[in-house]
């Protein structure tokens, strides 16, 4: 990022820390939900992986700002870029989060600071050398308000008190997403099927080289950089009736709707609804995947019960027709729009995976909490994805060249490295991404 005038902000600008701690513990006496969560797992390739985290704080040491984490990561050709998105993912999106906001100004830069980790994450894991890849499904539950970020075909669900079922994620299957395919095929990518003897064609589309069937993971080096680690984020806040929360890996949504799998387990607490879950997809397709579960309940504090969520009646059908409030407007059309009787409001949707649209112009008055690995975040240029301080001459603007960039100025932040550049230019195709086809 740049400072205006190529001067650094004034302590003026500072929010001191006594001052931030007052905010907050004023912000803590308004009613938080109580967050219960279950998990359940049946292994076959041992590439399914969980994160779970339900007291990570925005603002060290006061524990009124503690939120909580759930993942799952679902790898492919081997475990590496599952467990190494586990261990390094949730620290690289803290890192691209500014230093002195307040909550409200904290949830409104996580979809930036959420694209920004799960592309360094991706751009360290292949520095490695390791052909592996992983789905992500990130979710971060504060207070009321829900955030998630997916790349791959792992799921997230929200089942609310009224019984109506609505999807936080999209599905990065080639085979599902026309959008998707277009987008690969644009960017350089070939779409088919698997070709055998005599020409027949079988399974599901892939992307070639390297035949993978998603458009969007971590890892995957050996398939091209237009599979790309640019997650689709989503934010809602619930109404103060709380609901539940069903993130799992394909081995459940392989078998399961994802209004059967809220059917399955509605009326159970969090911990047993996680088994009925699993269970049930094992009933109906048997153990041929990874198949892992967590649920979350977000609960009303003067109602220590789980959300009943039990399913709607007819004399209450009329209760589908409540469309949330849109705070913000969306340019994907890909996520299933809320409907449920107690109003959910959108914060933020979006899905594309250009950087310069996902990224945003740059914020000149704030600081990333932490260097990232690389000094700090103090110069006046930081990389806009490794939080690695630049040189006035280095720093590239994240909208030069681009064509979504009418209203900005090519000089304007934020600001990329060179390395986070190529990428940035391979994923969209505007260079050869350095994988062969054979």
């Not at 969520?309 to 299933?336: A, E, G, I, M, Q």
Request: glycine share 10%.
């Amino acid at each position: 990022m740049a400072y205006r005038e190529g001067k650094r902000p004034s302590h003026e600008n500072l929010v001191p820390l006594a001052a931030l701690l007052s905010r907050e513990t004023r912000a803590a006496k308004m009613e938080k939900p109580i967050v219960r969560y279950g998990e359940a797992a049946q292994s076959r390739k041992g590439e399914d992986y969980l994160l779970i985290n339900t007291d990570t704080l925005r603002l060290p040491p006061n524990s009124s700002t503690a939120f909580s984490v759930f993942a799952i990561f679902d790898g492919h050709n081997g475990k590496a870029a599952a467990v190494f998105t586990r261990e390094n993912l949730l620290n690289h999106v803290l890192s691209a989060l500014p230093r002195g906001l307040s909550r409200d100004e904290w949830l409104q830069a996580l979809p930036r600071a959420l694209v920004s980790g799960f592309v360094k994450t991706d751009k360290e894991f292949q520095s490695r050398g390791e052909t592996s890849g992983t789905t992500a499904t990130f979710v971060i539950v504060d207070g009321w308000t829900v955030t998630v970020a997916c790349v791959g075909d792992s799921r997230c669900i929200l089942d609310t008190s009224g019984g109506s079922v609505s999807n936080l994620t999209v599905d990065h299957r080639l085979e599902d997403n026309k959008e998707e395919r277009e987008r690969v095929t644009a960017s350089g990518g070939e779409v088919g099927r698997l070709s055998i003897v005599g020409g027949v064609e079988i399974g599901p589309l892939r992307c070639w080289p390297g035949g993978l069937c998603l458009s969007r993971s971590i890892g995957d080096m050996d398939v091209g950089e237009f599979i790309v680690p640019v997650p689709f984020v989503k934010q809602v806040k619930l109404s103060n009736l709380g609901g539940r929360l069903i993130i799992a890996s394909d081995g459940i949504w392989d078998a399961l709707s994802s209004e059967a799998a809220a059917k399955a387990c509605r009326g159970l607490p969090a911990e047993l609804a996680a088994r009925q879950v699993v269970k049930e997809a094992l009933r109906r397709r048997g153990l041929k995947d990874d198949t892992t579960c967590i649920v979350v309940d977000i609960i009303p504090p003067d109602n220590s019960q789980e959300p009943s969520t039990s399913p709607l009646k007819k004399h209450n059908n009329f209760f589908r027709s409540l469309l949330f409030r849109k705070k913000s407007n969306s340019s994907n059309k890909l996520s299933k729009k809320l409907s449920t009787v107690s109003i959910v409001e959108e914060l933020f949707e979006e899905g594309s995976a250009m950087l310069a649209e996902r990224l945003g112009s740059g914020d000149c008055s704030k600081e990333p909490t932490t260097g990232g690995g690389g000094g700090g975040g103090g110069g006046i240029f930081t990389c806009a994805i490794c939080q690695l301080d630049l040189a006035p001459s280095e720093g590239i603007s994240v909208h030069a060249g681009s064509i979504f960039s009418t209203s900005l100025k090519p000089w304007q932040g934020p600001f990329l490295c060179t390395d986070c550049r190529d990428k940035k230019d391979a994923m969209e195709g505007k260079r050869p991404s350095g994988v062969k086809v054979i």
